[in-house]
């Protein structure tokens, strides 16, 4: 698949087996494969990759200190991306 024919989101459409590799990451997953597609942030102008969950693995664990918490579950991430959403319609007048 090219570039051009990757799948876009915006955040509200993403569906619930995508994730960032910063939400993969504080559930402790890498991403096995490439991403398959990406959300779209318009009023930003930003995109960030997506990755499914479905071809992730678990990353070693790593000894040192990180300020990155790595205890979320994907129930979790799914709650924050709910609230994330509320934020960001009520931030932007938006009706869904």
């Known amino acids: ?5 990757i799948q876009r989101y915006l955040p509200e459409e993403v569906p ?8 993969l990451s504080r559930m402790g997953l890498a991403a096995s494969e490439g991403h398959v597609a990406y959300v779209r942030y318009p009023e930003q102008n930003r995109e960030y990759k997506l990755y499914d969950i479905n071809a992730t693995r678990e990353r070693r664990k790593q ?5 990155v918490i790595k205890d979320m579950t994907v ?7 709910k609230h994330e959403l509320e934020v960001r319609k009520s931030q932007l007048g938006l009706a869904w």
């Open 75 to 81: 129930e979790g991430v799914l709650a924050e991306r």
């Open 1 to 5: 698949m090219t570039e051009d024919n």
């Open 16 to 23: 619930d087996h995508l994730f960032t590799q910063n939400k």
């Open 63 to 67: 000894k040192g200190f990180s300020l």
